[in-house]
Structure formats: C-alpha cells, structure tokens
C-alpha cells in the first residue's frame, strides 16, 4: 500500500516541517522526558469539537487531520476512509485522574467526560467525528508492536475492499504514572540519551509521548511519499538503509547486534522511548525516500564499530527496513519502498 499523506505531533512540535528541521538538527536535551510542548496541540479550528478532550486524543486528532490534509485526496472519499489508532498504553494519564476523583469524590461525584475520555476508544471517535469521515474505525491496544499489526490489519481492510483509504496511526502520552514506572522497571538515561547502538542488556531510556499519523491506500495515483508494509517475522529483506527502534523501552537489545553489513541510523534521540516508536521511524523513512537524502544519527556513540549515518548527505536510497526487537525479543520489521510496492 502506498503512503499518500503524513501527520505527527512530537516534541519538537507539530507538521513535517518541524521534523525535517529535527532529522537535520539532531538531537536536543530533553527536560526529564520528550513531552510534546503545549503550543503544538492549540489549534483551535481544528480542536472544536474536541476542546474538552485530554492531550491523547488532541496529539492524535491534529496528527491525522494533518495527515488527510497532506495527501489531497476528494473530499467525497470520506465515504470509504478507514481510521486505526495504535497505542500501547492508551489515555492513561486520563484514566488515572478518573481513578483519583472516585477515590476523592466517590462514584457519584465522578466527571462523566472524564470516563468517557478514559476509553482508549475516545481519541478514534474524535477523529472521526472531527473528519466527518463514514469508515470503520478501530483502536489497536498491544504493548509490544500495535502500529506493527495496525499495518497489517490496514493491509488487510484495502485488500478486502472495506476501504479505499485509512488513517493509520499511533499515539502514546507520558504523565506522572509513566515516568513513576520507567523510574522504578527501566534505566532512564541521566544525561537525557538514548544510546541506541550501544545494544545492551539493560539499555537506557528517556520517556517520550506524541502521534503519528499515515494515509495509505492501493490507489498509485496518490502515491506521494513511498510503499509501506508490515513484513512476517524472520522475513527481512535486504534494504539500502535499516532503522532501528533501540530505545531502551524493551529492554535487551542485544539481538540487534545480528544487524552488521546494513547501512544503519536510529532516531530514537529525537523522539524518545515509546512503544510505539516505529510509526514514527516510519515517518522519518517517508522522509529520506522522498528527499533521497539521509539524516545522521542524532547519537554517534558507536562502540561496535557499525555502518551508522555519521552526517546528512545525498544518496541513491531505494528500500528502507525499520527493525524493532518488542518484548518478547521478537524481530518486527516494516519495509518502505520508493515506487510500487
């Protein structure tokens, strides 16, 4: 399937744009985590109908009214525009204000926005009734590799004729409770770095939070940035450039010593931890396809002594793979292709 439009909301800010100016900038210190800055997700026009709603589902409505917006599609194919949101944890942040003010309030002094904005559902509802669209709409809940299967089943949706576009997408958020557990479970990086090749058993990591968003379809007219599609595992096939997904949230990544000969970058330091980071290397993919011009690795410690991009530079690039080791120490890999699929 063909990647006709693109939407992300992250910490650097909102729009392609400000990522362009990230893969070119590098890496830049977070303060504690890589949250997505206020400012972002303040767009009053296209938050109407959602300017009750929690920062989970404002990052991921902007990200895909972004992403429709960007690829141009007839306004009349609503009609046939899937949604399927990815997200490992949900609206946690909401669900555990919901979960406060019981234990304040008790039942029957509970908001009943607030539940209704705990649902993992809410942000898919909104973005649908944000975009007037008529498609299914479906949320995607897996901790280890939901935007993985999201593709898959996006894959399968056009396949099967159930849609002539989707959004396809992820969103994760980092609150207090977050950051209270990757303090306690992970090893958060005291400089702010993630160290993506350093491959260790107990890797580093910086909480980070944000939305991602892609419209795919069959249609090669629509075509603007690339191919896409979610590969088997153990069926990875040989790519001009691999992105990794080591950002310390899985914890072992030394399997992906296994990766020796490829051309090799991460961007893990631009965005953060998340396990719902491979939507958003797949976008910085989407990026280098259609510029053909590669982005230098925002972290250059390299103590294997690996092909990684050291500095931005122009080059002949073809097919992209973007690797992820999830949890269960299971290889995901999602192939972009320049030209047909």
Same mark, same amino acid.
């Given at each position: ?5 693109m939407?992300?909301v ?19 210190? %977070?303060?504690?985590?890589?949250r ?13 109908e ?16 972004d ?16 949604? /399927? ?19 304040t ?5 509970v ?24 498609? %299914?709409?479906?949320t995607m809940?897996?901790f ?51 160290? %993506?090749?350093?491959f260790?058993?107990? =890797?580093? &990591?910086? %909480? ?19 191919? /896409?599609?979610a ?26 010593q ?8 991460s ?6 931890s ?28 390299? =103590? ?22 999830? &949890? ?14």
């Open positions: 399937m063909y990647i006709a439009g939407g992300i992250f910490n650097r800010g909102r729009g392609l744009a400000n990522l362009e100016k990230a893969l070119i900038e590098g890496w830049v210190m %977070p303060e504690v985590a890589y997505v800055p206020a400012e972002a997700i303040t767009d009053k026009q296209v938050l109407k959602a300017r009750r709603a929690d920062t989970f589902t404002k990052m991921a409505t902007l990200a895909a009214f992403a429709l917006i960007d690829s141009g599609i007839p306004e009349n194919s609503k009609q046939k525009l899937g949604i /399927i949101l990815a997200t490992a944890f949900g609206p946690h942040v909401t669900t555990f204000n919901f979960l406060d003010d019981i234990l309030y008790g039942d029957s002094g908001s009943p926005t607030l539940f209704s904005h705990s649902v993992h559902n809410a942000a898919t509802s909104y973005i649908a009734l944000n975009l007037q669209t008529r498609g %299914p709409t479906l809940t897996q280890a590799d939901s935007f993985h299967q999201a593709l898959i089943l996006a894959e399968s949706w056009l396949q099967e004729k159930r849609c002539d576009y989707i959004l396809v997408g992820s969103v994760d958020q980092v609150g207090k409770v977050m950051e209270y557990i990757c303090n306690q479970k992970l090893k958060v990086a005291l400089d702010g770095k993630i160290k %993506p090749f350093n260790s058993k107990t =890797p580093e &990591c910086v %909480p980070g939070e944000g939305a991602a968003f892609f419209l795919v379809t069959n249609n090669l007219k629509y075509n603007k940035y690339c191919a /896409i599609s590969l088997p595992q153990n069926n990875q096939k040989e790519a001009d450039l691999c992105i990794l997904d080591s950002d310390g949230m899985c914890g072992n990544e030394e399997l992906y296994k990766i020796s000969n490829t051309r090799l970058t961007y893990a330091p631009i965005f953060g998340l396990l719902t980071l491979s939507s958003f290397s797949c976008l910085a993919a989407a990026i280098i396809l259609k510029n053909q011009k590669l982005y230098a690795s925002p972290i250059k410690d390299n =103590p294997h002594n690996l092909n990684i991009l050291t500095k931005n530079e122009t080059f002949l690039i073809h097919k992209i793979n973007c690797l992820r080791y999830n &949890c269960y120490q299971e290889g995901l890999v999602i192939q972009l292709q320049k030209g047909d699929a």
